[in-house]
């Protein structure tokens, strides 16, 4: 483990001295939880420190989902501490964005997190502090420690040449709205970004709070003193190539991914879904999830229930309660805990009946890094999270691209018409999506000359994320640079 093996045997001095320790610091959004407990079990197995992982709550008490899922990612040797929640007076009103939320939340636990750290720094050295794009009010705590402070992008580094660059782009808008422009804004190496196809933040009224916020967090992701993305070079060619943005030096960027979820097939082997997935033929499954947050309106849910019914193919369906108003609606975790059966009075009249022994609906949490790597499955239906996007891509399955919110549109593009591994569904003028359009991409994804390319795309992709993470491979070594620089400038404060 790390770079203390092979050469002279250690003393015992060394052998006594305490691992050197990064802090991260996760806010209260599901996705990025999983890469952050997959980069901190990486820096305890792979690369000798010790690791202490915070999450920030945005509700007391974090969901049962958000629970389950942060004690079921880690490994041993990573600690994991939970962050109490905003006070009720310190509360924000109901009606605050998803975003605000998190934000809020963050900056309510640094007083904690300023506490922990002062704590841990007494028994090891801290190597770093390592938080997330909307964790910039912590800098503080790793300023007044002396230690690095970086931020982990969770996002692609499109989203964050984005964020790079528009200051300039705010600047250069004159009166107008992005939502307005009639020209794609094209950044160095990425797909041209339309604005229909905007983050949902940048289509506010540039005079908005929600538009400020984001600017605002546009502005930290330049003020960290490193920057780690979860990506790869093969995927994003032009990863980091930015280094200076109006006159301003930016940090360095180090594509260190695709980090998902490793937990072993072993821990998920009694799931229901499992069993029924083997009893089914190869590559003859569609996955269908829109990830832990997102949310389809009550008539969009039946209008999908009728088209997976009507592509007769076999599917496997990640269900939850609809919601009318967002379609981030089970964005902070579900109301319903693990396993508790959620009312289906939302699905056409006699869908459950026709579709049983061909369609399969689990009202709860999937195990779905280990459904999208069973030889059943053909292809993924998803709302191109960042997270199920590697996830898929690691496991070479072709996608059917169904965004929502954040900045998914940006990945379903990049993922259309850069990688190639993805058909993109047809939204309508009133962004209803028919029964007869989720039939005829499901079919198109699934069988034929189309299917077999995008087969083939995404299983080149797959073996060239299968090297970046390889031993010497480019996103290994990323993590080892950063690494070392941390170990060796820890504790010389």
């Known amino acids: 483990m790390g770079s203390d093996r092979g050469g002279a045997p250690a003393t015992a001095s060394a052998l006594a001295r305490p691992q050197p320790r990064v802090l991260l610091l996760c806010s209260p959004c599901l996705g990025h939880l999983i890469p952050f407990a997959e980069l901190a079990r990486r820096l305890v197995t792979d690369h000798g420190l010790a690791a202490t992982l915070l999450f920030a709550s945005a509700r007391s008490p974090p969901s049962e989902q958000y629970l389950a899922v942060a004690g079921s990612v880690l490994a041993e040797g990573v600690d994991l501490v939970a962050l109490p929640a905003p006070t009720p007076a310190d509360a924000l009103p109901g009606d605050a964005s998803v975003r605000d939320r998190a934000t809020h939340a963050v900056a309510c ?43 982990f992008f969770t996002s692609p580094w499109m989203l ?139 008539q969009q849910t039946a209008e999908l229930a009728l088209g997976l019914e009507l592509s007769q193919h076999r599917f496997i369906w990640a269900i939850k309660r609809p919601d009318q108003d967002t379609s981030s609606g089970a964005f902070f975790g579900t109301t319903h805990r ?31 890094t280990t459904i999208l790597g069973h030889a059943s499955i053909g292809c993924f239906l998803t709302h191109c999270g960042w997270n199920s996007t590697l996830e898929s891509i690691s496991h070479g399955i072709p996608m059917i691209a169904w965004p929502l919110y954040a900045e998914q549109k940006m990945n379903a593009a990049m993922m259309e018409v850069q990688a190639k591994v993805v058909i993109r569904i047809n939204v309508g003028n009133n962004r209803f999506i028919t029964k007869e359009e989720i039939a005829s991409v499901v079919k198109r994804v699934m069988k034929g000359e189309e299917a077999e390319r995008l087969k083939r795309q995404i299983g080149e992709l797959k073996d060239k994320a299968v090297d970046a993470l390889s031993k010497g491979g480019c996103s290994t070594s990323a993590l080892v640079q950063v690494t070392h620089v941390w170990k060796s400038t820890a504790g010389q404060k």
């Open 109 to 151: 636990s640094v007083p904690r997190v300023r506490d922990i750290a002062r704590s841990l720094a007494e028994t090891a050295p801290l190597a770093a502090l390592v938080v997330d794009m909307i964790g910039a009010p912590a800098r503080a705590v790793a300023e007044e420690l002396g230690v690095p402070f970086y931020t």
């Open 160 to 298: 964050l040449s984005l964020f790079l660059h528009l200051p300039s782009l705010d600047a250069t808008c004159a009166g107008g709205e992005h939502r307005d422009a009639t020209e794609p804004i094209r950044l160095p190496g990425c797909v041209p970004i339309h604005a229909h196809d905007l983050p949902g933040s940048m289509l506010a009224d540039r005079s908005s709070e929600t538009y400020a916020g984001f600017l605002a967090m546009a502005r930290d992701a330049a003020r960290a003193d490193g920057v780690l993305v979860n990506t790869f070079s093969e995927l994003e060619p032009a990863v980091g190539d930015v280094a200076v943005a109006d006159g301003v030096k930016l940090p360095t960027v180090h594509a260190v991914g695709p980090m998902i979820w490793t937990r072993p097939v072993s821990m998920d082997r009694d799931h229901d879904c499992l069993s029924w997935l083997d009893q089914q033929p190869r590559g003859s499954v569609v996955y269908v999830s829109f990830g832990s947050g997102g949310t389809l309106t009550w």
């Open 338 to 368: 693990d396993g508790e059966e959620i009312g289906m009075d939302f699905l056409p009249k006699g869908f459950i009946e026709r579709i049983r022994g061909v369609g399969l609906l689990v009202p709860s949490w999937v195990p779905q």
